[in-house]
């Protein structure tokens, strides 16, 4: 048996039973522990299934106890989303957009910061919010880089989410920005926001 047959198995096995631990998938695969162990780790690494919580094994430790994530678990968060971007009226969606960016941000307070205390909270911020961020000084001044689109689902049909994700930038830094790069199939596989001099 190959590592990808395993591994399609093992994802098998937990779309059908939604929850397992490591043990429970050696049993059911006959495999050892220690090799369902080593698959579920890379899978978790991957970002295609997730530990969820912890139940007593008897003696010993707890055992992670994994399932699907919900990427590949299927939901209808793209459509939903979706749905409701279009519903926002055309005159007012960049207000209401603006508004969710600066909720997003929270309450920072750290525009009196220095730059670089604001920018690693910056980051910080973004990637409790799955941006897969970082910063990086850049000859035309800072430049905030996101690794990942948390809305790429539709991006495409609704770019405007750029305009949020701006907005949630400039609140947090308390600096003007411009996206300077965007996420593309095939293309850019980064968002940059380069931050504006202050005149």
Request: a positive charge.
């Amino acid at each position: 048996m190959t590592v990808t047959t395993a591994r399609q198995r093992v994802l098998a096995y937990l779309e059908k039973n939604r929850l397992a631990s490591a043990q429970d998938v050696a049993r059911a695969l006959r495999m050892t522990p220690a090799n369902a162990r080593h698959h579920l780790g890379i899978l978790a690494a991957d970002g295609r299934v997730e530990a969820v919580s912890r139940k007593g094994g008897g003696k010993g430790r707890p055992q992670k106890v994994y399932r699907l994530a919900g990427k590949l678990a299927g939901d209808n968060l793209a459509l939903l989303l979706g749905a409701l971007l279009d519903e926002l009226p055309p005159d007012g969606r960049e207000q209401v957009l603006a508004k969710i960016g600066r909720d997003q941000a929270g309450s920072p307070g750290l525009t009196s910061q220095p730059l670089m205390k604001r920018l690693s909270a910056a980051v910080e911020r973004l990637n409790g919010l799955h941006y897969q961020s970082r910063w990086e000084a850049g000859a035309e001044g800072p430049r905030v880089i996101l690794g990942h689109c948390p809305y790429s689902v539709v991006i495409a049909e609704h770019p405007e989410l750029c305009g949020m994700d701006a907005v949630l930038l400039e609140e947090l830094l308390g600096e003007e920005v411009r996206q300077t790069a965007k996420i593309e199939p095939g293309g850019a596989m980064q968002c940059v926001f380069r931050m504006l001099p202050t005149v």
